[in-house]
């Protein structure tokens, strides 16, 4: 304590000259307007950038929970919009004031891939939604920018899905500007093109031409986006094309998938088995 109270006594000229010099500062900041303005702007230059920062951190640390809020948001987008394009159908050449809310028939869930697989010949992806969840077998499954695939298995609270880069699969659909039918296939050569098989060869396509779901089936509604014409020639076994269709949606990076469920399909696809064999 002494050695403490020798250096104060020691050193007091200091402290007298630096209590004098920022009573000095003091005075010339209360009666000069510029100082006053000079040291304000640098404040707020100094605590601008700060906050600017902090900001930004904040911001990049809350990226993932504003990513859950949008893919929810276009989840209910997307919901909406197939439930308009199925009331413009049902509406079609009857009484607009018959129709309920009650014959909606598609319902929209999002999940999160957690697995992919696209360089195989049979691909699948896993998503981190199930049965307790609400999916179903045959489900519908997009991306934002277009088709997917197929829900093929679920557990409890996982599904998987039969990407359409799987040499076993075959969706309905058709050329978009000439409404001409196919079968949608993929041949494993190359990851994001597959081929658009069956359409007449007397359909007049173009390269560049979209190509969307048929609604043939009970799994996708007609006119949901699956990719562009790229390629086209005749077929040298029958009298058809084999088209070559970009996928719009990059099967090598997903991050996030949409599901349909058609709320009518349990009870069609009852109604058909009774159909004779």
Not at 13 to 21: A, D, G, I
Not at 189 to 216: C, F, H, R, S
Request: aromatic share 12%; proline share 3%.
């Amino acid at each position: 304590m002494n050695q403490i109270i020798q250096f104060f006594i020691r050193t007091r000229n200091f402290f007298v000259f630096l209590l004098l010099f920022l009573c000095a500062i003091g005075l010339v900041f209360r009666s000069n307007y510029y100082p006053q303005s000079a040291y304000i702007n640098s404040a707020n230059a100094l605590s601008g950038k700060l906050y600017a920062f902090s900001n930004y951190w904040a911001q990049y640390f809350s990226l993932k929970s504003q990513n859950e809020a949008l893919t929810e948001e276009n989840r209910n987008l997307r919901d909406q919009v197939l439930q308009m394009q199925e009331q413009l159908r049902q509406t079609k050449g009857v009484d607009s004031l018959g129709f309920t809310t009650d014959s909606l028939k598609y319902k929209v869930l999002k999940a999160n891939v957690i697995n992919n697989s696209f360089r195989l010949q049979k691909n699948y992806l896993t998503i981190d939604k199930g049965s307790k969840d609400g999916v179903k077998q045959d489900m519908g499954v997009l991306s934002p920018r277009g088709v997917v695939g197929i829900i093929e298995n679920t557990s409890g609270h996982f599904a998987t899905v039969q990407s359409v880069l799987n040499s076993r699969s075959a969706l309905n659909a058709m050329v978009k500007r000439t409404q001409h039918f196919g079968s949608l296939h993929w041949n494993t050569k190359e990851v994001n093109k597959v081929q658009l098989l069956e359409v007449p060869n007397i359909a007049p396509i173009q390269n560049g031409d979209t190509i969307v779901t048929g609604g043939m089936s009970n799994i996708f509604p007609k006119g949901i986006p699956i990719g562009k014409i790229v390629h086209f020639e005749k077929s040298k076994f029958d009298n058809t094309f084999i088209i070559d269709v970009w996928l719009f949606t990059d099967m090598s990076n997903l991050d996030y998938v949409y599901l349909i469920e058609n709320k009518d399909k349990d009870t069609i696809s009852a109604l058909e088995k009774q159909n004779p064999k």
